[in-house]
Each structure stands twice: as structure tokens, then as C-alpha cells.
């Protein structure tokens, strides 16, 4: 385990945790320290040693059962727990002898509906994945772009060109394009999909609402509101046509773009409209944590940040980012963007607070501005750096909290501060040249205030 990741597992002791997959493991002590290897610069060597008491579990959908009948492996005596099992961190501490930290876990039922959710919520939005995207859509969700597009175009080439499965393998391509900022690319694929489903497919079909929201969205990015609105619209009536119930997160999803539309159609009220009703129905249909939540939060924030009330838009998203650090992976991107809208907002605020907004707004508008052409996938090593920066969990968490009561310039001095301790990696390192930058143009950009002021004067 990274010991990143472990310093959070020691700050949690007391609290539950729950694995995101099944869960292998050994009734061999033996075999479990095999498993669990030998400390390295950045690792920890970790022995999870659970505790479980049949009669204190009141639910019975727990399921930790011996496979060991039937695993090419008897020898390794392998229990396999189920998805959604929830264990409580008992405690941590060193194994001088065995050179290995123990962490002893109990077995619980506690949180249980929670995780459930999560699980169930899961399992719903993976029934309605066309089953040979299924494992780009995996990879996507955990950040992994080119793994992703080489998958898809493996899948094309090796599928006749008229089966069926075209659109939704040419959708996904589409993604791991548009998440890089190659938006003619993603364009394409999504046009071809969409004609594809509109000549085979009745009107009304709901694979044609799904490829009318992805090229409405890819509008978006290019700037032509008008016929995204078109698009996002004829995706919205299909839907409500299709599903029966008034809250669906399919739903919910078209008028959270259409919301964003709106933005950038500079109708702010209809915008509102649209991403509150989009917010509202996902709190009634996701779990209370959630990532289209914190997406559509996010929009609500730019919205606020559009209209120059930038303290409510730092408010969404802070409540954005907390929540995408709780549920994504620690190197997923999304983390670094909503981090850096924070970022901005904070320098906003400090040069507004001592000159003109409008003036603020025209120079430092292209210091932060995140542009997904900034993300890219180390697919080899698995990491996803946005700029070339990483952050840890733990990093976010922390900065988050730190930033509700501190400046921009302060959070670097922070950064800078943390970083010169005896560990630093090469993506800190990295992460504090550009924030050295942009302290440096901050500053210019103060000067230019002041020039400008004088030459009013």
C-alpha cells in the first residue's frame, strides 16, 4: 500500500472502511505475508488481519465464504468476501518480528446501507452499458484514458462494420478524446454514432437519446449552442417518453448540459433552473456521495463564478471537491480540476478585494483555466497526471481544508513549505515550479493593476 494511502488508513482507526471489488484473502498466515511483500521507498508492507463473529452480523447479505474447494490453489486456503462488505479499523501497529505492519479489522454490519447503495447504484449504471463497452467505461472510471481509446479501437478492428456495437465502441472513443481536449475528434466519432442509431434505429429509441446527449455535449465544446440545445432537447423527450418514473438519473443527466448550456448561452435563470432540478433529482436516485452530484455541483458553481458572486461558487465547489475526494481514486484527474477551481476563485477574491472586478476578471481568467487538453494518462505506470501535477488523497483533503481560510499566496507558501522536507516527489516538485509560476504572474498582474491605476490618475 502507498504510504500515502496508508497515513489515511492511521487516521481512520475506529472507522469503517469497505473494499471497492470482491475480496481475496487467507486463513494461512503464511501465505497472507507472501502476499503482502516487502516495504520499498513509497510502500508499505500491510497485514490485514480480520476478525469475524457470525453472531453479532445481523445482515445476512454479507458474504465471506472458503473457496478453497474450489480454487486452482487449495494450498492458499482463500476466503473471498463479497462486494460491499464493510469492515471497522480496529488498530495499528508494527510487527517488529515479522517486519510488516498488522491492521486488524472486524467484520461488521454497520454502514452497510450506505456502501449498499454505492454498490447497487453501480450495478444499475453497469446493467445499462452496452456489454462490449463495459471494460473501456471501467477504465475510464478509474482515469484511464489510453488505455480506454486502445481498447475501443482494438474492439472496431476486430468487429465487422456493421455490427451493432458500433456506436457505443465510437462513444467511448469519443471520451477518451474529449477528456484530452481533442474535441474535432470527439466530434467525429460521436456524429458517426448518432447517424448510425438515427438510420437503424425507431425515433423514439433510448440508444438515440444517449447519442443525441453526447453530440449535444461535444457542441457544447465547440461552441455551437444552438444546435446542442437541439440535440440536448431531443435527448431530454425521448427520455421522459422511455421512463416512467419522474426521477431518473438519465434524466437528470441531460439537464444538468442542459443547464451548462444555458451558461454559456448567458441565460442564467433558466441555467439555475436546470441544474437545480438536475441536482435535486440526483440526491432522490444516487447515494448521498456521488460523482454526478459533485459534477453538477461543480456546474452550479460556475454559474455563481459567471455572475461575478464568487464566494457562492467557491462554496460548490469546495462541496464538489470533498466529495469527488471521498469516492474517486486518488490519481484520478477530476481531483486536480476541481482543486484548481478552488485555486482560482481564492486569486480572484484577493485581487478583487483591492481593484476593479471587471479588470481582475479580463487578466486572470487565462491563468487557470483548465483545459482538459492538459490531462494526459501515464498508461504504463497506471498514474494520471493533469498538468503534469499529482495529488495524493490525503494532499487534496488537506489543501481543501487549509484553502477555506487562506489565500492563494498562502497556499503556496504552504506547499512550498511541506515540500522541502527530506521526501519529495519528482510530481511535487513539478506541481511547485507551477505554482511558483503562478505567484509570479499573480504579481505581475498586481503590477499591472497598479500601472493602470496610475495612468487613470
Known amino acids: 500500500m502507498h504510504e500515502e494511502e496508508f497515513e489515511i488508513l492511521k487516521a481512520n482507526i475506529g472507522n469503517l472502511i469497505s473494499p471497492n471489488g470482491f475480496f481475496s484473502t487467507s486463513k ?26 457470525p453472531t453479532k452480523i445481523k445482515n445476512k447479505t454479507i ?17 473471498l468476501f463479497s462486494i460491499g462488505t464493510t469492515f471497522r479499523i480496529e488498530n495499528i501497529m508494527y510487527d517488529v518480528k515479522l517486519k510488516i505492519w498488522r491492521v486488524s479489522l472486524t467484520l461488521t454490519d454497520d454502514g452497510l446501507e450506505h456502501v449498499q447503495q454505492h454498490v447497487n447504484s453501480m450495478r444499475k449504471d453497469l446493467a445499462e452499458t452496452n456489454p462490449t463497452r463495459l471494460f473501456g467505461k471501467l477504465l475510464i472510471d478509474m482515469g484511464q484514458y489510453l488505455r480506454a481509446e486502445r481498447y475501443y479501437e482494438l474492439i472496431l478492428n476486430s468487429l465487422p462494420k456493421n455490427h451493432e456495437d458500433f456506436p457505443s465502441l465510437y462513444h467511448g472513443l469519443e471520451y477518451t478524446h474529449y477528456v484530452r481536449g481533442n474535441y474535432t475528434q470527439a466530434l467525429k466519432y460521436d456524429k458517426v454514432a448518432y447517424e448510425i442509431r438515427k438510420q437503424t434505429l425507431p425515433e423514439n429509441h433510448l440508444d438515440i437519446a444517449r447519442s443525441s446527449l453526447n453530440l449535444g455535449c461535444d457542441y457544447i465544446r465547440n ?12 435527448a431530454l423527450r425521448i427520455r421522459q417518453q422511455n421512463y416512467s418514473e419522474q426521477d431518473h438519473v438519465n434524466i437528470a443527466i441531460v439537464c444538468a448540459a442542459i443547464g451548462d448550456n444555458y451558461i454559456h448561452l448567458c441565460d442564467y435563470e433558466n441555467a439555475f433552473n436546470f441544474l437545480t432540478k438536475a441536482l435535486e ?134 506547499r512550498a513549505e511541506r515540500s522541502s522536507g527530506n521526501r519529495q516527489t519528482t510530481a511535487q516538485g513539478t506541481l511547485q515550479q507551477r505554482l511558483g509560476a503562478l505567484e509570479a504572474e499573480k504579481r505581475r498582474i498586481e503590477q499591472e493593476i497598479e500601472q493602470i491605476k496610475r495612468q487613470q490618475c
Open 281 to 414: 433529482m440526483f440526491k432522490r436516485v444516487l447515494p448521498s456521495e456521488h460523482a454526478k452530484i459533485a459534477s453538477t455541483l461543480i456546474k452550479i458553481g460556475n454559474l455563481w463564478e459567471k455572475q461575478g458572486f464568487y464566494d457562492r461558487a467557491l462554496e460548490q465547489y469546495h462541496s464538489a471537491h470533498s466529495m469527488a475526494v471521498k469516492i474517486m481514486p486518488s490519481e484520478h484527474p477530476t481531483l486536480q480540476k476541481y482543486f484548481e477551481r478552488i485555486i482560482y476563485i481564492h486569486i480572484m477574491l484577493r485581487i478583487i478585494n483591492s481593484s476593479n472586478r471587471a479588470l481582475a476578471q479580463r487578466i486572470v481568467r487565462p491563468i487557470l483555466t483548465v483545459t482538459r487538453a492538459e490531462i494526459g494518462t501515464d498508461a504504463e505506470a497506471g498514474s494520471v497526471a493533469s498538468g503534469n501535477d499529482a495529488f495524493s488523497k490525503k494532499e487534496h483533503a488537506e489543501e481543501s481544508r487549509w484553502a477555506r481560510r487562506h489565500d492563494a499566496e498562502q497556499i503556496a507558501k504552504y
Open 63 to 79: 458474504v465471506g465464504a472458503p473457496i478453497e474447494n474450489f480454487s486452482r490453489f487449495p494450498e492458499e486456503k482463500e476466503v
Open 28 to 53: 494461512d498466515l503464511n501465505v497472507a505475508l507472501i502476499f503482502a511483500g516487502e516495504d520499498d521507498f513509497e510502500n508499505k508492507s500491510i497485514l490485514f488481519e480480520i476478525r469475524l463473529d
Open 223 to 234: 461552441g455551437d449552442h444552438k444546435t446542442a440545445m437541439e440535440l440536448l432537447m431531443e
